[in-house]
């Protein structure tokens, strides 16, 4: 197997896509051509290079920050709680 062309997690690094770029259409090294083929991630970077203008593979997405995550779960239970609140109060025989 190349060095380089697959990272940790077995996708194609930035270097994989170069090879795949860089060869020939139907000659793509057989190992990084299977996997492409197999991978959605994968596919989906390779389509995102061809629409961005730099060419290169778009970098893998950062994981949101754990507070901006809680403050959703938060503003989800408010959500519902009002919700709950509202029903209640519409269900209240009026006097
Ligand atoms: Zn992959």
């Given amino acids: 197997?190349?060095?380089?062309?697959?990272?940790?997690?077995?996708?194609?690094?930035?270097?994989?896509?170069?090879?795949?770029?860089?060869?020939?259409?139907?000659?793509?090294?057989?190992?990084?051509?299977?996997?492409?083929?197999?991978?959605?991630?994968?596919?989906?970077?390779?389509?995102?290079?061809?629409?961005?203008p730099s060419g290169r593979p778009a970098p893998r997405r950062q994981r949101p920050p754990v507070w901006r995550t809680a403050v959703a779960v938060l503003a989800s239970l408010l959500l519902v709680m009002m919700a709950i609140v509202m029903l209640r109060f519409l269900t209240v025989a009026p006097r």
């Fill in 1 to 52: 197997m190349p060095e380089g062309v697959f990272d940790a997690q077995g996708c194609l690094t930035e270097a994989g896509f170069a090879r795949i770029g860089a060869s020939p259409p139907g000659r793509a090294p057989t190992e990084l051509a299977a996997h492409l083929a197999q991978c959605a991630r994968c596919q989906r970077r390779l389509l995102a290079s061809a629409a961005s």
